[in-house]
């Protein structure tokens, strides 16, 4: 493992450790998408299936057990723990990533996969799937605007722990001859699909103020 490998992991753990002290801290989850974490919820279940019979090394173990189970337990504190569940806003939340994500990903899972195998395929469809599943947290806040600094902080962390893992990319391509176009593609649409919210919070940081999104035109 390389040194940017693991910046991205810390990075998303950090995003996701964020997430738990900003909904336990303020007992509140506006201006958090529960439906996104739905879709990571399916993209940790459908790539880390290998848990169930393969072993790599304890740190992969661990962060994939605390991946599935830290993003399952967000979804609980989100829909069912109260307060928090009587603070998420479903009306906002409501881009419907089961009509217009699912199937094109599982779709590009099939087409693109290395193997027609069960686990192959879904490992394919996980790598589409987490390329858009910032969306619904995007169209989310869009629509409120005005973000919190612990979500716009979230949200910003898992920006750059994309970042990270395109300079892992670039390096192992380099330094091993490591070529995964499936990856490499998927995580390029991730990262253009935080451009415009990262500019935004990087520019609301330089200035020290509470990050407005524009009106979307």
Not at 29 to 37: D, E, K, L, P, T
């Amino acid at each position: 493992m390389n040194i940017f490998r693991f910046c991205g992991d810390m990075l998303h753990l950090t995003s996701i450790m964020l997430l738990l002290f900003k909904l336990t801290k303020s007992k509140s989850c506006a201006g958090v998408s529960c439906r996104m974490q739905e879709m990571y919820a399916i993209v940790f279940i459908c790539r880390y299936l290998d848990l169930l019979w393969s072993f790599i090394s304890v740190y992969n173990t661990v962060m994939k057990v605390v991946f599935i189970t830290s993003t399952v337990y967000l979804i609980y504190l989100m829909k069912f723990k109260t307060p928090i569940c009587q603070t998420y806003d479903g009306t906002h939340d409501n881009f419907r990533y089961e009509l217009y994500l699912l199937g094109p990903c599982l779709l590009l899972g099939i087409i693109f996969t290395e193997e027609y195998t069960l686990p192959e395929v879904l490992w394919s469809t996980s790598i589409w799937l987490e390329s858009v599943a910032i969306v619904p947290q995007l169209f989310l806040l869009q629509q409120i605007r005005e973000v919190e600094n612990l979500t716009s902080d979230f949200v910003g962390t898992m920006g750059a722990y994309r970042a990270f893992y395109l300079l892992n990319w670039i390096y192992r391509y380099f330094a091993e001859d490591y070529v995964n176009w499936v990856g490499w593609i998927g995580g390029l649409v991730q990262t253009v699909l935080y451009a415009d919210f990262f500019y935004y919070y990087a520019k609301s940081k330089w200035y020290g103020n509470k990050l407005v999104l524009p009106v979307a035109t």
